[in-house]
């Protein structure tokens, strides 16, 4: 097989075109510095060489920045490309990169290698969506750059970016306990380190970890004890993955525990939507027999039947403001987002 030729430099194209380095830049970048019947000539004459415009590398060295965002988020790209939640914080995070003439960039802490090490080294700023994995957070906080953590608090000084989880967690399930009689379970989202969807034990219960979840469960477990309502471990149900199959797995065990729960506090709305499913299947009143809490505020949660009772957590809003945070080196170093308690038809009135 014959070797690739290399790829053209500005330099070199510069040369075969008797023309500045300037000049041939200006054509690809600054079209207002040249005549458009220059601009057109060099730009048809570089089509002609296979020469495709200055390096963003190397012109990113050279202007010290490169007007671009990167976004890290805590799962794989794949998973977060079908997570509606991620989806409205990136929508979020676009429109803000947008209005400033920036570009985004994704990457995920669980990826190493030199790969991402070098995509790490392009962006001038990080925005943290959830806990990194491994030394992710190390790594890149030692280039220096500018950054923000969302949802967590991060070991190294950055801006942080989040909602209340466990006042909005305790107020939803004051709520739903308001007509509350009989069993309370909990439809739980990666509050142990195992991969099956499992029940929780009475240590699992008393987790001093501040993570999303953790801090969710706090709130529940908050509000059962003011209102003097007994939320067994064996309730709590541990979900790895935050998708419709896993969650139906523990919608249908919940569903057929007996006697039947009255209320599912469910950690997202995803979670709920699987429990309203398995319900409906299995010919149980919703809300009548059961009421399902979700969070999130999910557009999904407004097109079902019953509508979904569930915390609305402005994930849009979230994502610009995090943009706008990380923009701005003027801003707050703690910002926390509204969350609002949408009460509709999965649950009871008092």
């Known amino acids: 097989m014959p070797n690739q030729k290399k790829p053209l430099n500005l330099k070199e194209v510069s040369r075969i075109l008797g023309v500045s380095t300037a000049t041939v830049s200006n054509a690809f970048n600054r079209p207002n510095q040249l005549s458009e019947r220059l601009r057109e000539r060099i730009l048809k004459e570089c089509e002609t060489l296979g020469y495709h415009g200055p390096n963003l590398a190397a012109r990113s060295l050279r202007r010290g920045k490169s007007d671009v965002v990167a976004v890290v988020l805590a799962d794989s790209l794949s998973y977060s490309f079908s997570d509606p939640v991620a989806s409205q914080f990136l929508q979020g995070v676009a429109e803000v990169l947008a209005q400033h003439n920036k570009q985004l960039l994704l990457l995920s802490s ?51 970016v989040q909602i209340e989880d466990q006042k909005a967690a305790k107020n939803i399930t004051l709520h739903a306990l308001k007509s509350h009689r009989g069993n309370l379970a909990v439809l739980g989202l990666k509050l142990i380190e195992s991969n099956r969807v499992c029940r929780l034990t009475q240590a699992d219960l008393i987790s001093e970890q501040n993570d999303v979840a953790h801090r969710r469960l706090r709130g529940y477990l908050e509000a059962a004890e003011e209102t003097k309502t007994e939320l067994q471990p064996h309730m709590v149900w541990h979900v790895p993955v935050n998708d419709p199959e896993n969650a139906e797995i523990a919608a249908r065990e919940i569903l057929t525990t007996r006697p039947l729960p009255s209320t599912v506090l469910c950690m997202s709305d995803v979670l709920a939507l699987a429990v309203l499913r398995v319900a409906k299947s299995l010919n149980i009143g919703v809300p009548e027999q059961v009421q399902i809490v979700g969070f999130d505020g999910i557009s999904e949660s407004e097109r079902c039947e019953p509508q979904l009772t569930t915390v609305c957590q402005q994930s849009i809003e979230k994502g610009r403001i995090a943009a706008s945070v990380l923009l701005d080196p003027e801003a707050e170093n703690e910002t926390t987002v509204k969350t609002d308690l949408v009460i509709r038809g999965t649950t009871r009135s008092a």
Not at 112 to 130: H, R, V
Not at 133 to 154: N, W, Y
């Open 110 to 160: 669980q990826v190493g290698g030199k790969e991402q090490n070098s995509a790490e080294s392009l962006p001038d700023g990080f925005i943290f969506c959830g806990a990194p994995s491994g030394d992710c957070e190390k790594r890149i906080m030692r280039l220096g750059k500018p950054a923000v953590a969302v949802d967590f608090q991060a070991e190294s000084n950055m801006k942080v």
